[in-house]
């Protein structure tokens, strides 16, 4: 049996759903806010950043949208708070915070 995310929520019985809750389909983070998830969260600080968009590849969530080649601030609804663009930025335009509010 596998999930079909688009036809579950908060009453679905637990067997109508898979071990685990393991989904197949590809593409689903975007139907889930997870960004609740972080301890950690990453401020942008804008006056530092160069634009290399050196954070933008290296987000595990894509959480870090960019629009004509310029970073724009993150999506701290999917944003987990791993810390990776933070150590990869060279400008320090990136500092955690500890908590979930930027």
């Given at each position: ?58 987000c595990p969530d894509g ?17 987990k708070g791993c810390g ?19």
């Amino acid at each position: 049996m596998r999930t079909d995310i688009s036809k579950i929520n908060e009453q679905t019985p637990a067997s109508g759903l898979t071990e685990g809750m393991q989904i197949f389909a590809g593409g689903t983070s975007r139907a889930f806010n997870t960004g609740e998830w972080r301890t950690n969260t990453p401020v942008y600080v804008a006056e530092n950043c160069k634009q290399c968009l050196l954070c933008c590849p290296v987000c595990p969530d894509g959480a870090i949208p960019f629009r004509d080649g310029r970073r724009q601030d993150f999506d701290y609804l999917h944003c987990k708070g791993c810390g990776i663009c933070a150590k990869v930025c060279p400008f320090d335009a990136i500092v955690m915070k500890e908590g979930i509010e930027p």
